[in-house]
Antibody, heavy 116, light 107 residues
Framework: QVQLLQSEAEVKKPGASVKVSCKAS????????IHWVRQAPGQRLEWMGW????????EYSQNFQGRITINRDASASTAYMELTSLRSEDTAVYYC?????????WGRGTLVTVSS | EIVLTQSPATLSLSPGERATLSCRAS??????LAWYQHKPGQAPRLLIS???NRATGVPARFSGSGSGTDFTLTISSLEPEDFAVYYC?????????FGQGTKLEIK
């Protein structure tokens, strides 16, 4: 079955870091870029960055520069997104999505709650 | 950054009715626009790419139209499973951006 399986929900304190995983199955992981998109409560979807799953190259939204790292373990068909220096505004559902041009396959999302 | 504005915010209709959802861009997208369906607790689903191309497996009752700055998603006859939130997304200009969504609810 073609799917992206994401890690479970996390609760973090302000200033901490979170790492969310996204495991691909049912297709060739290295053939498609993986993107990360988040949705904070009451907000629109926000693109965060993307990973070339073949060579590991990345590009990030300026909104997250310096705080985000996306990488992968190609042998495990898994992509990771780490966000550091968390603040309450980072409380959101984080999605990974496969995309050549549009996001044609999404994970179900990982809720990250930032609270003291 | 391109801003996408969807209208209406909420659309209340009954099964069997026709739904028309709008997405307006702050600058021209050519045809580089997609539509997604999102139900609670599920992964979003790509419905339409490049303004009017139905994705694999998407029923024919879903259609997209438009170019430039004005786009429309039409559901010709609503089925119970169509009640969800719908988002538009542009890939014309980096970074890709999304509309704020239209919630399609049962009347």
């Amino acid at each position: 079955q073609v799917q992206l399986l994401q890690s479970e929900a996390e609760v973090k304190k302000p200033g901490a870091s979170v790492k969310v995983s996204c495991k691909a199955s049912g297709y060739s992981f290295t053939s498609y870029p993986i993107h990360w998109v988040r949705q904070a409560p009451g907000q629109r979807l926000e693109w965060m960055g993307w990973l070339n799953a073949d060579n590991g190259n990345t590009e990030y939204s300026q909104n997250f520069q310096g705080r985000i790292t996306i990488n992968r373990d190609a042998s495990a068909s898994t992509a990771y997104m780490e966000l550091t220096s968390l603040r309450s505004e980072d409380t959101a559902v984080y999605y990974c999505a496969r995309a050549l041009h549009y996001f044609d396959l999404w994970g179900r999302g990982t809720l990250v709650t930032v609270s003291s | 950054e391109i801003v996408l504005t969807q209208s209406p915010a909420t659309l209340s209709l009954s099964p069997g009715e026709r739904a028309t959802l709008s997405c307006r861009a702050s600058q021209s997208l050519s045809s580089y626009l997609a539509w997604y369906q999102h139900k609670p607790g599920q992964a979003p689903r790509l419905l339409i790419s490049d303004a009017s191309n139905r994705a694999t497996g998407v029923p024919a009752r879903f259609s997209g139209s438009g170019s430039g700055t004005d786009f429309t998603l039409t559901i010709s006859s609503l089925e119970p499973e169509d009640f969800a939130v719908y988002y538009c997304q542009q890939r014309s200009t980096w970074p890709s951006t999304f509309g704020q969504g239209t919630k399609l609810e049962i009347k």
